[in-house]
């Protein structure tokens, strides 16, 4: 069975304070990784996918990076407005594109 | 980009009562969507795949019966709660992928529903 877990469950930052979430995945064959926000009350909103080991990918403050065991998401300066829940999900080869394995999401709070 | 759009937003209703979810695809053609549903504080967990113009397809242990999946056109799917009840009180969103296009799945706003 697939399974993603992300910790810590909730963070709390200063603005400018530079921090990683952490996504530990156990996955039959990885066909992708992806990171999405969520804001309160919202759906979730695409940030990365990632395909191998090694890869990196960057966006404004964020960089997301891939091992074969787990993924980070590398916030950097932080500004209050980058505080949403971060969401991690896998998708698990030989499956369906749209079956994602998603984990519980980290809580991101970034105080001016 | 591509845009996944639900409506309605948040709907109350009754005990018993059905309740009919859109999930439209604005700028693009889905052949399938996905349903996902949130309860407060825990992950999305997929309840099933709809199919354009053949039946969709449910997870273990979600009720086909229970939640009805039409997917009339490339751009429109519907997910209908028959007789529902408080714990079917939830957040329901779909999401969609392009037929062509990148391995990504866009997701809409979601439905809030609350059965009382």
């Known amino acids: 069975e697939d399974q993603v877990t992300q910790s810590p469950e909730a963070l709390r930052l200063q603005e400018g304070e530079s921090s990683s979430l952490n996504c530990s995945y156990t996955?039959?064959?990885?066909?992708?990784l992806f990171w999405y926000r969520q804001d309160p009350g919202k759906g979730p909103e695409f940030l990365f996918t990632?395909?191998?080991a090694g890869e990196e990918k960057e966006k404004e403050r964020l960089k997301a990076t891939l091992t074969k065991k787990e993924s980070f998401l590398h916030i950097t300066a932080p500004k209050p407005e980058d505080s949403a829940t971060y969401l991690c999900?896998?998708?698990?080869?030989?499956?369906?594109?749209?079956?994602?394995?998603f984990g519980q999401g980290t809580i991101l709070t970034v105080h001016p | 980009g591509a845009v996944v759009s639900q409506h309605p937003s948040w709907v109350i209703c009754k005990s018993g009562t059905s309740v009919k979810i859109e999930c439209r695809s604005l700028?693009?053609?889905?052949?399938?969507m996905f349903w996902y549903r949130q309860f407060p504080k825990q992950s999305l967990m997929l309840m099933a795949t709809s199919n354009e113009g053949s039946k969709a397809t449910y997870e273990q242990g979600v009720e086909k019966d229970k939640f009805l999946i039409n997917h009339a056109s490339l751009t429109l799917s519907t997910l209908t709660v028959t007789s529902a009840h408080p714990e079917d009180s939830s957040f329901y969103i779909c999401?969609?992928?392009?037929?062509?296009?990148?391995?990504?799945?866009?997701f809409g706003a979601g439905s809030r529903l609350t059965v009382l």
């Open positions: 700028d693009f053609q889905a052949t399938t």
């Open positions: 990632l395909y191998s």
């Open positions: 999401s969609a992928r392009p037929n062509s296009g990148a391995n990504v799945l866009t």
């Open positions: 996955v039959s064959g990885l066909r992708g």
């Open positions: 999900a896998v998708q698990a080869s030989g499956t369906s594109y749209g079956k994602l394995t």
